[in-house]
């Protein structure tokens, strides 16, 4: 599966974005799909992740509560609502899917990786 992601740019603090994932292929539905970020000069980092029909959803304790994630098996495309965004919240975005049957799946057993789109917010 190739993925897309989009959405990104600069916003205030407390500002909101909302990130998009598009993937191709017809079988989206059979993976888990997550987003992890990476702060310059840090390592990437989990975000969130949403199961195979969108039931179960597990984020990091860092955004729970102001992230929202969420997919559109119809669309193919995977979501993040990212709301009271904080300047410690600027990173370069990415979408994952894991193929496999574990919920939710460790960050190294996602099979395939987007490009990344830059959320920037300014204080």
């Known amino acids: 599966v190739q993925l897309q992601a989009s959405g990104g740019g600069l916003v205030q603090a407390g500002g909101s974005l909302r990130l998009s994932c598009a993937a191709s292929?017809?079988?989206?539905?059979?993976?888990?799909m997550g987003w992890f970020r990476q702060a310059p000069g840090k390592e990437r980092e989990f975000v969130a992740a949403i199961s195979w029909s969108g039931s179960s959803t597990y984020y990091a304790i860092s955004v729970k509560g102001r992230f929202t994630i969420s997919r559109d098996n119809a669309k193919n495309t995977v979501y993040l609502q990212m709301n009271s965004l904080k300047p410690e919240d600027t990173a370069v975005y990415y979408c994952?899917?894991?193929?496999?049957?574990?919920?939710?799946?460790?960050?190294?057993?996602?099979?395939?990786w987007g490009q990344g789109t830059l959320v920037t917010v300014s204080s």
């Open positions: 994952a899917a894991d193929s496999g049957s574990k919920w939710p799946p460790l960050w190294n057993e996602y099979d395939y």
């Open positions: 292929g017809r079988t989206f539905s059979s993976y888990v």
